[in-house]
């Protein structure tokens, strides 16, 4: 298991660092030419169900690969998706800003809307089981998170300075990057060989 999880991070992660500066570069151009807080809601409601999307499509995917099993990668992705989304795109960005003062308030959207989550979850397994795609969607799944993360602390904090801005990119690239690939590959091929062994026995 650790070779398998050592190879897929060495394809993947020049993905990651590359998205992961891309998203960095594009919101700091916006934020100087656009107002781009005062759509952070509405953009957030936007790039978090896509971040599910895509993470959902590798999960799946990564799952699917090393373990044939179409019903238990579908139940991967889904879960996967959702619970680390959450935790990269509001869970960290909310703790992070409140471990630098910055004051912001919580909302969870796989709580407060639910159906509309799940469903996209679905959706997105269902392509990664079928399309078997990791390497495109894993950027753009660490790439729409960064705008997540990034748009959940401008929308739902209160106000923030210079500095803040800059602590904020801090929180962002540790809220999407362990994450991130936490679920698109540790956690699926983990999870594979954990249900690999209770079989065996």
């Known amino acids: 298991m650790k070779n ?11 993905f990651t660092a590359g998205a992961t500066a891309v998203a960095i570069i594009i919101t700091s151009f916006l934020l100087l030419k656009e107002n781009l807080i ?28 090393y373990k044939n099993n179409a ?4 139940g991967a992705g889904i879960v996967l998706s959702v619970l680390v989304g959450s935790i990269s795109d509001v869970i960290f960005p ?12 919580f909302h969870l959207p ?5 159906y509309f989550i799940f469903s996209v ?8 089981i079928f399309t078997k795609r990791t390497k495109f969607p894993h950027f753009l799944h660490v790439l729409i998170s960064v705008f997540a993360s990034l748009l959940y ?12 801005l800059f602590l904020i990119f801090i929180i ?20 594979e060989k954990k249900t690999h062994k209770k079989r065996k026995n």
């Not at 398998?4 to 394809?11: A, C, G, Y």
């Not at 019903?71 to 579908?74: K, V």
């Not at 796989?110 to 639910?114: K, M, P, S």
């Open 172 to 191: 962002t690239s540790i809220s999407v990057v362990i994450p991130c690939c936490l679920s698109d590959i540790v956690l699926p091929i983990a999870l």
């Open 110 to 114: 796989a709580i407060e809307n639910a």
């Open 153 to 164: 602390i401008f929308a739902y904090s209160i106000e923030f300075s210079l500095l803040d």
């Open 4 to 14: 398998e999880i050592i190879t897929e991070l060495k394809e993947h992660v020049p």
């Open 38 to 65: 005062a759509h952070a809601v509405s953009l957030f409601y936007i790039f978090h169900p896509l971040h599910i999307l895509f993470s959902s499509i590798v999960s799946a995917a990564i799952f699917y690969k």
């Open 94 to 105: 909310y703790i992070g800003s409140l471990a630098f003062n910055i004051p912001t308030s």
């Open 71 to 74: 019903f238990l990668a579908l």
């Open 121 to 128: 979850a679905i959706f997105g397994s269902l392509i990664g």
